[in-house]
């Protein structure tokens, strides 16, 4: 039996198979709000076979989003607009859908990747932008505000109001983005880093922000709902965050009741050094569940059933998340059902779509057609 297409259990969700969608930067909210594009995105992987369908990153605050194309849960017309999309999914949606909540600190602010995705001037659309340090992520741009004692507090009241708001529109599953160099990693790398108060300085201090709007988070969301964490492994920068610093964050997550680590790594430095290959990211995972003890997500160029499989069965992570692949095949997880033998649900009307060597691909069917 296929290890991929086992079910997995994380509190009150149990996921039909070991394939998470990553979630996926579109570019194509209006203000915030999502749009035609996002049901038809959403809508095509809700279909797709996976165990869990992850919405974009989706900013806690207007100057919390990297582009002024990125989806948003700040206020209620955010959420009206969101929840009309997802009314229109769920009618024939197969999978789960959950959700990441960010804030892209100094990161913020910045042109879609299609515009060049260059810092956007204050005078040609941008907007000022804040992290731990009055540090820029390039020399060449302008610095953010550092944060005072009342930013902490209201990013914080932020993260919690958007987590609140999707409860209310039905969230299976929540993610807290901790990486690629947005303002919660800002905080755990020395990089980004440089505070001289009780969030700079040791890896204690560095961690403590973070992990106070994890608390503040899962304190409220109901607690049959997961609550995990994407962080950047490591920053791929002598002197920076290591895999290390990742197992201690991530015990401590655990022991707040943190239910999976998400392992990615890279995204706070442009002197990063990243070997990039198959698999590249798995070892962070491997490395985090092992000596950390908590359930963990391997991601980073898996785009082949078989190595994916060889993750899940190996043990090297509890599950793996899948996006470019994805997008180029929404239906990627019937593909890698058919390449391991195992089955996969499809809504009734594509019943007729498998291939011959994969008869019982969408289980015990019946097709008689007049």
């Known amino acids: 039996m296929s290890a991929l297409f086992q079910p997995f259990s994380l509190r009150g969700l149990t996921l039909e198979n ?5 979630p996926m930067c579109q570019y194509s909210a209006d203000h915030g709000r999502a749009t035609a594009w996002h049901h038809t995105h959403l809508g095509s992987l809700s279909l797709s076979g996976a165990g869990l369908l992850m919405i974009e ?11 002024n194309g990125c989806l948003g849960l700040w206020d209620d017309a955010t959420e009206a607009a969101l929840a009309d999309t997802l009314a229109a999914i769920r009618q024939n949606a197969l999978v789960p859908i959950g ?10 602010s910045s042109a879609r990747p299609w515009e060049g995705g260059a810092l956007l001037p ?22 953010p505000r550092e944060m005072t004692d009342a930013d902490l507090a209201l990013v914080r009241d932020q993260f919690v109001d958007t987590a609140r708001r999707a409860v209310r529109l039905g969230m299976a599953a929540i993610e807290l983005h901790c990486a690629h160099g947005y303002l919660l990693h800002e905080f755990l790398s020395p990089i980004a880093n440089q505070r001289t108060d009780a969030y700079g300085g040791s890896r204690e201090n560095r961690m403590r922000y973070p992990l106070e709007i994890f ?3 899962r304190a409220v969301v109901p607690d049959n709902i997961p609550v995990g964490v994407r962080v950047s492994a490591t920053d791929w920068v002598e002197g920076g965050w290591t895999p290390e610093d990742s197992v201690v964050f991530a015990q401590a997550l655990r022991a707040r009741g943190c239910d999976w680590i998400d392992a990615s790594s890279g995204g706070v430095s442009p002197l990063q050094q990243i070997p990039l290959s198959t698999g590249y990211q798995v070892p962070f995972a491997e490395k985090i569940r092992n000596e ?23 043990g090297r992570a509890d599950l793996v ?22 089955t996969v649900k ?25």
Do not use: C
Request: avoid cysteine.
């Open 321 to 342: 998340a899948v996006g470019r692949a994805f997008l180029y095949n929404p239906h990627w997880a019937w593909a890698a059902a058919a390449e391991l033998g195992a």
């Open 292 to 314: 950390a003890d908590i359930p963990t997500i391997a991601v980073g160029l898996i785009n082949e059933a078989h190595e994916a499989e060889a993750i899940v069965a190996q």
């Open 18 to 22: 070991r394939i998470v969608i990553s």
């Open 215 to 217: 608390d503040a988070v």
């Open 99 to 108: 959700m990441q909540i960010a804030h892209a600190g100094r990161k913020a």
């Open 122 to 143: 204050l005078d040609a659309g941008g907007w000022e932008t804040m992290g731990p340090s009055a540090l820029s992520q390039r020399p060449e741009e302008r610095a």
């Open 346 to 370: 499809a809504p009734p009307q594509y019943w007729r779509a498998f291939p011959r060597h994969a008869k019982n691909l969408f289980g015990e069917t019946h097709f008689g057609a007049r």
């Open 57 to 67: 990153a989706t900013a806690v605050s207007p100057e919390g989003r990297i582009t």
